[in-house]
């Protein structure tokens, strides 16, 4: 009988092409189904909650395996880091039921973006450094125009014309902390760049380029263009994904 | 007329092979030496309050450097932040008295460094991981036998046998902050790794393998292997020059 495993893991995006498997390229997915084939002895395919892109960091993500030998939850965490590079680590390993999907059972994915006002060499692959005033109370005003179902291609890159471009955003918050602006958004599902297009769009609010009513209007045209610019990945985070 | 133009400077040290030129190597006085020279156009001296180690990061080192060009010192700040690379930034430049010399008029020099309970892929270059149990009482009262003017042959390696070993310890502290403890010291001076063997000699009184009164006794011996093993470098900061 094989088992499943719902893994829930740790990755510093720096040195990462994204988290899917690409030729060539050191990808997340790539280098954890590596260890998991040195652990198990053969190779085994990992399915991701999400595909972070490259520079993305994620602080939980969710993945899951299947797998035969009678190991433990706790030595299989073990055997995945003791094979894995430094900046990959596996926070928590669990069986769960045999019809669990990483990817189709999540209700929500929570992401983080990090903007620091202050340039510190420590941060320059953390967070985004945007030396700008931010007026907060504008950019937290636009945030009742994006909450609820809507259709989001003015936020995001479509992979077809016939995508599913609703997202059903649950809640939204920017948070002032030292010299650091800190978005959080909750949603079902997320487009391609959608969360950098947010904030980048919010930081525009936050420069008085535009109102905080302006999301409301942006959504309405379903057109890319009437957004902000994309915020750098390296800013960030796959902070939670929620089943 | 030569003007004497001091600099602060924050490092990720993590991908220096320390402060000091070498051939073929990635130092931070190299690096600032190929900026400063793209800007004056001629090579010019650079010379460090301190020299750091491979993997030791700087979050404020003070550096001094001849020149005779009459650029203001904000223009001379952003002119060599501009020739820099992400990981080394100059916070700060200012002229000051043709004297000054960054080494010999320093009067004292703080370094931190930083233990993590709880491993973290951004905290990797960052913080020693020490997941083991750390009773911070029993290092806090091994503090009151470092203090003072004492000769600490036991904590450093020396470079040669006519070294003057002696370091008067002004500050000393262990803090707990969440899941990381921080050390803070400040000496008029330090020895080659004595603040990494400091830390590595406390965490043992931490694990109660030694006695805080054995910090006094190590230091009687004037023996290295007496002292505990030297804490990896990428914990410890240079905070603070002071003159």
Not at 116 to 138: G, M
Request: overall charge positive.
């Amino acid at each position: 009988m094989l088992r499943n495993i719902k893994i829930t893991i740790e990755y510093d995006g720096t040195d990462f092409s994204g988290w899917q498997v690409q030729p060539n390229k050191r990808t997340v997915q790539g280098v954890l189904q590596n260890a998991l084939a040195e652990f198990l002895g053969k190779k085994t395919k990992i399915i991701g909650a999400g595909r972070t892109d490259t520079g993305v960091h994620a602080i939980a993500q969710v993945a899951n395996f299947s797998m035969k030998k009678n190991y433990d939850e706790h030595t299989i965490m073990n055997a995945l880091n003791a094979n894995l590079p430094n900046d990959i680590f596996v926070i928590n390993a669990k069986e769960v039921d045999s019809k669990f999907h990483s990817r189709f059972d999540a209700t929500s994915r929570v992401y983080l973006y990090r903007i620091t006002k202050k340039y510190s060499v420590f941060e320059r692959n953390y967070a985004w450094h945007c030396s700008k005033f931010h007026d907060i109370i504008l950019m937290k005003k636009g945030i009742k125009f994006l909450l609820g179902k809507k259709d989001l291609t003015s936020f995001a890159i479509a992979k077809s014309k016939k995508e599913n471009m609703y997202i059903d955003v649950k809640r939204c918050e920017w948070k002032k902390k030292k010299d650091e602006l800190i978005f959080q958004i909750e949603a079902d599902r997320f487009l391609h760049k959608s969360v950098r297009t947010i904030v980048g769009t919010f930081v525009l609010i936050g420069e008085r380029k535009l109102k905080p009513q302006d999301i409301g209007t942006i959504i309405a045209a379903k057109d890319r263009k009437m957004a902000g610019k994309t915020a750098p990945p390296y800013g960030l985070y796959l902070k939670e994904v929620k089943y």
